[in-house]
């Protein structure tokens, strides 16, 4: 199948914000003055890729919502009233031309189930998909090539990313001889920002259980069909309080994934 199109991005958006204490979905979270979701969007669109498909779980109606408003919510505006109202817009609208499908794909369906359950808004032959908690100064022009070159199914993003704990550096000899705190972790992880061609929906299938990190990527990688684009750049998400903490931190201070400025 050739793409005319831009490709579209699935974003899975089924996540509670329960480990951040939090009763909005985790997508909705701000960092800065905009949702994490926004974010990863924007990522996306600032290269070149405004069609989004969400996969909706938990609380999904919240996110429809803010989209639905997001005129009034983000910009200054002039309202004639009447029967049929007219809203005048006062400030540059950067996000004009996104297009934004909303997929309730259920409560409690998993990764590779929500993704499975989207298929049918997707008309192109290969597609991206993404968490929508997770952040990147990623190369999405150079994510696409190398997915192409290899001609695999699958291609994830593996980045390197900081331990969670400090680590003690020792003598061998029952004495500490230092402290490295949150070191960076040799082996790659997982990033998200993956591109997939219309070929793993046969291995999606199972019902709502199906997690996608789980049987589809282990079979994926076992036939060889999964491939890993090394980003060595910038990578972070979202999993609790203090994630939301340290991410806005790094947006007030650089915010690397920012690269549409």
Same mark, same amino acid.
């Given at each position: 199948?050739? &793409? ?6 699935? =974003? ?25 979701? @926004? ?22 109606? &919240? ?12 910009? &200054? ?20 031309? @996104?297009? =934004? ?100 929906? *046969? ?31 910038? @990578? ?6 203090? *994630? ?12 690397? @994934?920012?690269?549409?400025?």
């Amino acid at each position: 199948m050739r &793409d005319t199109e831009p490709l579209p991005i699935v =974003i899975l958006c089924g996540g509670m914000g329960i480990r951040m204490g939090d009763k909005r979905p985790k997508m909705l979270v701000e960092v800065g003055d905009r949702p994490i979701l @926004w974010h990863v969007m924007k990522i996306y669109a600032s290269q070149g890729f405004p069609h989004f498909i969400l996969a909706l779980g938990y609380r999904g109606e &919240d996110i429809k919502r803010y989209f639905l408003e997001y005129g009034s919510l983000t910009h &200054d505006f002039t309202l004639t009233l009447g029967a049929a109202p007219v809203i005048e817009y006062h400030d540059p609208y950067p996000e004009e031309g @996104w297009h =934004i499908t909303f997929a309730d794909t259920g409560l409690h369906t998993q990764t590779g189930a929500r993704i499975l359950k989207v298929a049918h808004y997707i008309e192109s032959g290969t597609f991206f998909a993404t968490y929508g908690d997770g952040v990147a100064d990623v190369d999405l022009a150079a994510l696409l090539a190398f997915h192409r070159r290899m001609g695999r199914i699958a291609t994830l993003t593996g980045v390197h990313s900081f331990s969670r704990f400090g680590v003690m550096q020792t003598n061998g000899h029952g004495l500490i001889t230092g402290f490295q705190e949150k070191p960076l972790v040799d082996a790659l992880i997982n990033g998200g920002f993956f591109v997939f061609e219309r070929e793993v929906f *046969d291995y999606l299938e199972g019902g709502d259980n199906v997690i996608l990190e789980k049987e589809p990527l282990q079979r994926l990688a076992a036939e060889g069909q999964l491939a890993v684009y090394e980003h060595t750049g910038f @990578w972070q998400a979202m999993d609790t309080f203090k *994630d939301a903490q340290e991410m806005n931190a790094v947006w007030r201070e650089s915010a690397p @994934w920012r690269t549409w400025e």
